[in-house]
T-cell receptor, first 115, second 114 residues
Framework: KQEVTQIPAALSVPEGENLVLNCSFT??????LQWFRQDPGKGLTSLLL?????REQTSGRLNASLDKSSGRSTLYIAASQPGDSATYLC??????????????FGQGTILTVHP | SQTIHQWPATLVQPVGSPLSLECTVE??????LYWYRQAAGRGLQLLFY??????ISSEVPQNLSASRPQDRQFILSSKKLLLSDSGFYLC?????????????FGNGTRLTVT
């Protein structure tokens, strides 16, 4: 059974700092790894999707990497801004077993960027 | 472009009352549809998913049911709500042809059972 873990659970940084959010998964049989952002009381917004054959994806100040063999993904946020404050979730799309095609989510990292 | 609508945004219901949450998707056909629940302090839990009209798969035994009467409509229901049904319910869709397609979420419904 796939398990996804995110570290740290919460992170508080000053504006302008570069930061890394970590995501690990136990089963390397995945189609892709997705990173989402969730603002309080809102749904999830997709940020980046890395296919299992890819190593990284970039969108603006965000860069996500994937090391499938070690079961790890990182989300790098450059020059953080207060507007980046949100909960960030990663999710692995399972490629095998009874969870085929379904996502397993981590618990999320609550990010606070203070001015 | 594709959009997903979910309503109501918030709902307060007494224990034992019925529930109906609705989700519709526009701009795509034959999507995969999902209902997730996000409880405080816990991750997202997949409740139901559907690959087509009338095709519903349940992930966990519970007090809830789902139906898909039309291609782009997904409904979450309960005949009698329990306190433990409180939570944040999210509808989502993905393209039906590729199991690795991105997942797109609605804005969620905050359900409080009193």
């Amino acid at each position: 059974k796939q398990e996804v873990t995110q570290i740290p659970a919460a992170l508080s940084v000053p504006e302008g700092e570069n930061l890394v959010l970590n995501c690990s998964f136990t089963d390397s049989a995945i189609y892709n790894l997705q990173w989402f952002r969730q603002d309080p009381g809102k749904g999830l917004t997709s940020l980046l999707l890395i296919q299992s054959s890819q190593r990284e994806q970039t969108s603006g100040r965000l860069n996500a990497s994937l090391d499938k063999s070690s079961g790890r993904s990182t989300l790098y946020i450059a020059a953080s801004q207060p507007g980046d404050s949100a909960t960030y979730l990663c999710a692995a799309t399972n490629a095998g077993g009874t969870s085929y095609g379904k996502l397993t989510f981590g618990q999320g990292t609550i990010l606070t960027v203070h001015p | 472009s594709q959009t997903i609508h979910q309503w109501p945004a918030t709902l307060v219901q007494p224990v034992g009352s019925p529930l109906s949450l609705e989700c519709t998707v526009e701009g795509t056909s034959n999507p995969n549809l999902y209902w997730y629940r996000q409880a405080a302090g816990r991750g997202l839990q997949l409740l139901f998913y559907s690959v087509g009209i009338g095709q519903i798969s349940s992930e966990v035994p519970q007090n809830l049911s789902a139906s898909r009467p039309q291609d782009r409509q997904f409904i979450l229901s309960s005949k009698k709500l329990l306190l433990s049904d409180s939570g944040f319910y999210l509808c989502a869709w993905s393209a039906g042809t590729n199991p690795g397609s991105p997942l797109h979420f609605g804005n969620g419904t905050r359900l409080t059972v009193t």
